[in-house]
């Protein structure tokens, strides 16, 4: 059985403040872990005085004789410590940098990477069978990522401070292509009050995609740690600050529309709550077919110009169309939204007849606007043409087996707070 020691990644200020809350007059200062005096002998590694050290190298200590009682590390950015955070950056989150100690007691290996360009300070206690106790210290520093060679997080999705859907994935966006896709996997730990299951997926080489093997269970909160400090996302290229997202998920709201029926049921934790008329695309052509599968309401608009131009039929060729729409939500990339059809109205609930939306009356629309989240849930049936899992959010048009497969990892991330399936560091480390 694992057991963690769990550690905090300090700031440069933070750092002075724990010394000199921790030291005392008189009180002895920790050795080197070459220097010999009663209690168990202690190994770190990296050894002390090493220079640019890979920040994906893991710490590590162990002991001869004795049981690891404490694990400290404390990094300094040397240009944070001297200048401070220039004005108006946005400070990266400080997480916990946890270690997991061995069942005996005498071997603990850090979770998580290092931060590249610090000066790190390593400071372990362990205590023999008599009660003898000895603290060894080891200092060194790693290795600064370069200009060009800096992983950071572009975008992500949601944000913290939101309320969404609980079919909201959770999406991040790098600067750079990711290779070592798994150590990067390995990096995000989510982590919710409800447990479950869950796994990631790359859209491309910069997009990373976590949905868990259901929708969320409605009401909680769900954070997503992104320690991307020191993990090597592919040669030379090292995550230069950690990320925090916490988010909340609401109430369950889930559409249901099987196309032929020409209607829209919308459910609010179980119940229905509204019945809508609709009507869908006229399906003569594959571009105004609309798609069946599970969707999730990505973006909303109170007025949208809707221009198919933008999905690839330019003005000119068959099909092209230029509507003002108001009331318009997102479901997919290829141009579905659901929106108020005004000149539409007879058609509405009898007959389908749109470019591939889901027309509404402006009351409906309007009343679906309002209560939809990021997230939420419409799926639709009873057509030829299938939404493609990497259409706006169809993630969930992969099987759970066929997500999981996906993966890199190869295997579930629980949302416990147990940690990630597989290791962090750089192979062979």
């Not at 995609?209 to 320690?227: G, K, N, S």
């Not at 919308?266 to 594959?286: F, K, M």
């Not at 309002?370 to 969930?396: C, H, I, K, S």
Request: charged share 25%; glycine share 10%; aromatic share 6%.
């Amino acid at each position: 059985m694992k057991r963690r020691v769990h550690l905090r990644a300090v700031t440069a200020t933070a750092v002075l403040v724990l010394l000199s809350a921790c030291t005392s007059e008189g009180e002895p200062e920790p050795r080197p872990q070459d220097e010999e005096a009663a209690g168990p002998e202690v190994t770190i590694t990296p050894e002390p005085g090493a220079a640019e050290v890979a920040p994906n190298t893991p710490v590590r200590v162990e002991t001869d004789g004795g049981t690891i009682t404490d694990v400290r590390i404390e990094q300094v950015d040397p240009s944070e410590a001297a200048n401070g955070d220039e004005e108006g950056d946005e400070a990266p989150d400080v997480l916990d940098l946890t270690g997991t100690l061995n069942e005996a007691g005498d071997a603990w290996v850090a979770d998580w990477n290092l931060h590249p360009g610090s000066a790190v300070t390593v400071t372990a206690t362990a205590t023999d069978d008599d009660g003898e106790e000895s603290e060894f210290v080891s200092e060194f520093t790693t290795l600064e990522a370069t200009e060009g060679q800096r992983l950071e997080l572009v975008s992500n999705f949601p944000t913290s401070g939101q309320t969404v859907g609980v079919g909201m994935p959770v999406i991040v966006n790098f600067d750079l292509p990711v290779t070592n896709k798994e150590q990067v996997e390995n990096s995000i730990e989510v982590v919710a009050e409800e447990e479950t299951e869950g796994a990631w997926n790359w859209v491309s080489d910069e997009m990373a995609v976590f949905r868990p093997v259901e929708y969320w269970e409605p009401y909680q909160e769900i954070t997503v740690d992104l320690r991307l400090a020191g993990v090597e996302a592919s040669e030379g290229v090292y995550g230069v600050a950690d990320r925090r997202i916490e988010f909340e998920v609401g109430r369950e709201m889930i559409s249901t529309m099987h196309v032929p029926d020409h209607e829209m049921d919308v459910t609010v934790d179980g119940e229905t709550v509204r019945t809508i008329p609709v009507s869908n695309g006229a399906a003569e052509e594959r571009f105004n077919t609309t798609t069946s599968g599970v969707h999730l309401t990505m973006e909303k608009y109170e007025s949208l110009v809707m221009d198919s131009a933008t999905v690839g039929i330019p003005e000119g060729s068959p099909g092209h169309y230029r509507l003002d729409v108001d009331w318009a939500v997102r479901t997919s990339n290829s141009g579905e939204f659901t929106h108020a059809a005004p000149w539409n109205a007879g058609n509405l609930g009898g007959a389908n007849t749109s470019n591939g939306c889901t027309n509404m009356s402006t009351e409906d629309a309007r009343w679906f606007h309002d209560q939809a989240l990021m997230g939420d849930v419409l799926d639709t049936t009873g057509t030829d043409r299938d939404l493609e899992w990497d259409n706006g959010w169809g993630f969930y048009q992969r099987s759970w087996e066929e997500w999981l497969s996906h993966s890199v990892t190869g295997e579930p991330q629980s949302t416990d707070g147990s940690g990630t399936p597989g290791v962090v560091h750089g192979e062979g480390l």
